[in-house]
């Protein structure tokens, strides 16, 4: 661990904590009134954004979580959610800057959590799995505190495969010998393309179409039906 | 770990585990019927209520979960949650009963988890984080495992303030250099008083009030409304 | 950690995972177009389904995932869950091979949580709780994960009880010093009996009578009530 922590500056960390942070309290700030959460139910949720990730991270690592060894790691993520909240208003309607926002986060923290499993000495796909998990741990946890359909499971926008993209070239990097700080840099950016261009063009993956087609022909057609 | 074992005494975690257990029972009994809980399901309810809080606070400290190193706390958990199912149909409607109960189990595993996280050598505010963690951690997977809305994140009766309040009472006492029994006894006692007067007088958090305001009039219309 | 590994070779760990992922996919295409699953969050469900049982074991624990300790077990569940993307065509309606997999894998899951919390040193009770998380772990981040009702907490098919039935029987074994190989298969073969019994035979746990019967006739009543 010491290993890991020489590894990633903690200005790396807290900047992926910060962002967590701001975006999940924007995304929460929208459900404010419709699904009654108060304000420090969206603090909760900047928190939870801005911590999860990295807390799965160190659990699956099996080490103490790095953002309870120093009293950082939540000023930081408590001051980004306030800061979420108060740009709540001015943001509420520029999907784009959340969406961004939401992007490089995912990216970091895959960067992150991949170099640290990399460092503990995990094989390749299991750094590349706990790279995912902390890319998609924060917003999974988000889900499933807000009581929604977990983002990730649904048909849309290539949330967990953008993390998986980036982590993949990451993984790879290390394999072929490049630096830890090259290889984080293309992950982010490799995991913030898919994603934007993802969101952008309304890209999705297929359903399973052969059930998919039948249901769909249950469910809307009134002609009697003769199943096999 | 030696070490926090020595500070808490099996009692302490022992009667804080089976007032969780009492009241996770209480509260998933009023759900048979309606949700198709059985029997079973309000035993696990109990278990829930009663170890979650300890073992997220164990997870997040990286020790093996104290509940699991003697046959005690399974045992005093599961005799817990039967008196609870037993006791129902006579408490059932005695609503007082089960926020008191559920205020001083609150109190106590909030005291325990900051406690022990102090004693692990852990810097203040992490500590306080813990705390609360433990606190609200057997109520937030009671709600997961019976698909209801999170609690705490809720317009509602300050369940996570009160848990943080007495926590950071704790820390306080802790660094002005006060013993950890009477600072337990204080988080225990600050965390009850917020979390009854805040349901008796029906106190909760504001919501976002600009948001707010916003979204009801795009929802209810033109129409004005009187509020109470 | 070397001695549990040297206890459960690796066939028995990749054949329980391997059967989980297969049967988490069968289950997942069943929602395919009615929840708007896509082909990844089938996959992720499969993963989910043969992984997170032993996760959860190796959580409690407090020992590193097994599953990150090589490349196999990430390998086998994704190539299981595609298998059973691709059966499930063809096994849809065979909802008894669904059942089935599902009995032995959750016989599996607790066999190898019990034996492995045994040979840590846990006591009985607790060893025999990890084995029943360990079983019932999979199915019931899958229902977190898919927004499902957990469950296991609803009355229905004694899911709970098989493991706890199959565990208890193992740890029984132990403690009279029967060897481990004999006693998991004795817990895999009570397990899968039980489960599949009370899906035949559509066994349940009773629920509280009184409760019940009171909230029924709540419900059901013609006569107007005031409520507070």
Same mark, same amino acid.
């Given at each position: ?79 980004? @959610? ?106 982010? @950016? ?39």
């Amino acid at each position: 661990m010491t290993e890991s922590q020489f590894l990633i500056p903690l200005w790396a960390d807290l900047t992926a904590v910060g962002l967590g942070g701001v975006q999940g309290a924007l995304f929460a700030s929208g459900f404010v009134g419709q699904r009654r959460l108060d304000l420090l139910g969206v603090a909760i949720i900047g928190i939870v954004m801005g911590l999860g990730g990295g807390m799965i991270r160190d659990l699956l690592l099996n080490t103490t979580p790095v953002a309870l060894q120093s009293n950082w790691y939540l000023l930081t993520v408590t001051g980004a @959610a306030l800061v979420g909240m108060l740009l709540a208003g001015v943001f509420h309607r520029l999907n784009a800057v959340i969406v961004a926002l939401d992007a490089v986060a995912i990216g970091m923290f895959g960067a992150l959590g991949t170099t640290k499993a990399l460092a503990l000495g995990l094989p390749a796909i299991p750094a590349l799995f706990v790279g995912v998990c902390a890319a998609v741990g924060g917003g999974l946890l988000r889900d499933v505190f807000m009581g929604l359909p977990v983002a990730m499971m649904h048909v849309g926008s290539l949330y967990a495969i953008a993390a998986a993209g980036g982590c993949a070239v990451l993984v790879t990097l290390d394999i072929v010998g490049v630096e830890a700080v090259p290889a984080a840099i293309a992950c982010i @950016a490799v995991t913030a393309v898919i994603r934007v261009l993802a969101v952008a063009f309304d890209i999705s993956l297929p359903e399973q179409r052969a059930l998919y087609r039948r249901k769909v022909a249950v469910e809307t057609s009134t002609i009697p039906i003769i199943k096999p």
